[in-house]
């Protein structure tokens, strides 16, 4: 974007948590910092990648209410003052259950129902979940992506997302080697 011939720099942070769950969203979820803080960044851009922990059968059990939660927090972010596109992010693919994550719940019910839900919402979708299946040495249990695994889920979002300038910083995760400027 250009604001008064100069380029407007773009930063990216990711407010992901571990072990969470995105069901309901009148969870913690919705009131946790990192929602929260999400929220307050004031973003041009949303990518909603959620999912995987929804498989387990202990939470998958409410998933009546999943496609109305996930609406909801697309319209929540919709609502902010800055009026930031949203994009509906697959869940990967499960390499090897665990953690009473189901791959067979992630690729039959959750995935299907994220992409009816960002039809809906007339969100456009990102496919990590195709990018992500058959590549079992992108993770490191099964489930959790390796920093290369996390480096290909990343590369497929930023092909696939709007910039509106050039990239001043990007940090992926909560490690330190994964800031790139430039």
């Known amino acids: 974007a250009e604001c008064q011939g100069k380029t407007a720099a ?5 407010y992901g948590k571990d072990d ?3 069901l309901p969203l009148t969870s913690s979820d919705a009131s946790s910092s990192a929602f929260a803080a999400s929220k307050a960044f004031a973003p041009n851009i949303v990518v909603i990648m959620l999912g995987t922990n929804d498989s387990k059968p202990q939470n998958w059990s409410l998933n009546d209410s999943y496609a109305d939660d996930y609406k909801a927090l697309i ?3 919709r609502a902010l003052p800055s009026n ?3 994009y509906v992010a697959l869940s990967p693919a499960v390499a090897t259950d665990n953690y009473d994550i189901s791959a067979e719940t992630v690729k039959n019910e959750i995935v299907p129902l994220q992409r009816e839900i960002a039809k809906a919402a007339g969100c456009d979708v990102i496919d990590i979940y195709s990018l992500t299946e058959g590549h079992s ?3 490191a249990d099964g489930v959790h992506p390796t920093k290369s695994g996390y480096g290909f889920i990343a590369a497929e979002i930023a092909k696939r997302i709007v910039l509106p300038g050039p990239l001043e910083s990007f940090t992926l995760g909560r490690e330190s080697d994964y800031i790139f400027e430039g």
Not at 10 to 14: E, F, G, Y
Request: charged letters at 20%; zero cysteines; hydrophobic letters at 45%.
């Open 10 to 14: 773009v930063r990216i942070t990711v």
């Open 20 to 22: 969470e769950i995105s």
């Open 75 to 77: 319209a929540e972010y």
């Open 84 to 86: 930031p596109t949203v």
């Open 137 to 139: 040495l992108w993770y």
